[in-house]
């Protein structure tokens, strides 16, 4: 099946694969589970760090730390994903980067929207709880078909973001068009739609690899793919509910 999560590609599968299929251990869901836990606890640990300091100093304290959790947490998490055999070392730094990025991001939202950052990882974490339970219970269905899909529909995300950015720095006004009203409204919507349907093809992924018998050191790499969908899907649905609440 190929897979719409790009820390899922087939040449990273491969290098896990090649390097980890023979040690005598075979990874699990529940130490999946378990690595993934341990992740988005740094995750929380750094936020709540970020959070801490720009209470105490003002927003304009965490500007670095922001700066450092962006561009820090893509660089490492490119790094995993080109260099899968290193996620023991590099998820937990990713975790902690991104938090100090997410903390600093939610700080900013509450600040304006009070509680919304809160309703967002409540939300967040319900929607992951559902798609396992409805991926462990067999109602859904991750074909190669779907997996496609949400792949088409990633790029073209992409696509549209930096377009956006790229407008919105030219000055040119379609690029603040493409965030606001119904079209806004639209590729938000969208965005947390193909995160979820990305959790599906994760776990599907995740069931592949069980059953292909990986070694369980490729859990960690594993579970940082989760907690990336999982960053994405919060960023997501933090957006909509300010969208909401204007």
């Not at 040449?11 to 529940?30: C, E, K």
């Not at 959790?69 to 899968?84: A, D, H, K, Q, R």
């Not at 290193?86 to 600040?111: D, K, M, Q, R």
């Not at 947390?192 to 292909?212: K, Q, T």
Request: hydrophobic residues 55%; positive net charge.
């Amino acid at each position: 099946m190929k897979t719409s999560n790009p820390t899922f590609s087939r040449s990273a599968i491969a290098r896990l694969t090649a390097a980890n299929a023979s040690d005598g251990t075979v990874l699990t869901f529940p130490g999946i589970a378990r690595k993934s836990l341990v992740l988005l606890l740094l995750v929380i640990v750094s936020a709540a760090y970020t959070w801490r300091t720009a209470a105490l100093h003002g927003p304009e304290a965490i500007g670095t730390a922001a700066a450092i959790g962006c561009i820090g947490g893509l660089v490492v998490g490119l790094l995993t994903i080109f260099s899968p055999t290193a996620a023991p070392i590099t998820a937990p730094i990713y975790a902690v980067l991104e938090g100090l990025a997410i903390g600093a991001i939610s700080f900013i939202t509450n600040a304006r929207y009070h509680g919304l950052p809160l309703q967002a990882a409540a939300a967040t974490l319900s929607v992951a709880a559902v798609c396992f339970a409805l991926f462990a219970a067999d109602r859904i269905e991750v074909t190669e078909s779907f997996a496609e899909k949400v792949a088409i529909g990633m790029m073209g995300l992409v696509v549209v973001y930096a377009l956006e950015i790229v407008l919105r720095l030219a000055g040119v006004p379609f690029g603040t068009a493409l965030d606001e009203g119904v079209i806004g409204f639209g590729i938000n919507a969208l965005s947390i739609g193909l995160a979820i349907a990305c959790l599906f093809v994760d776990f599907a992924e995740i069931e592949s690899a069980r059953r292909a018998k990986l070694s369980a050191r490729t859990e960690w790499y594993f579970a940082f793919s989760v907690i990336v969908t999982l960053v994405w899907l919060y960023l997501a649905i933090l957006r909509m509910l300010r969208r909401v609440r204007r």
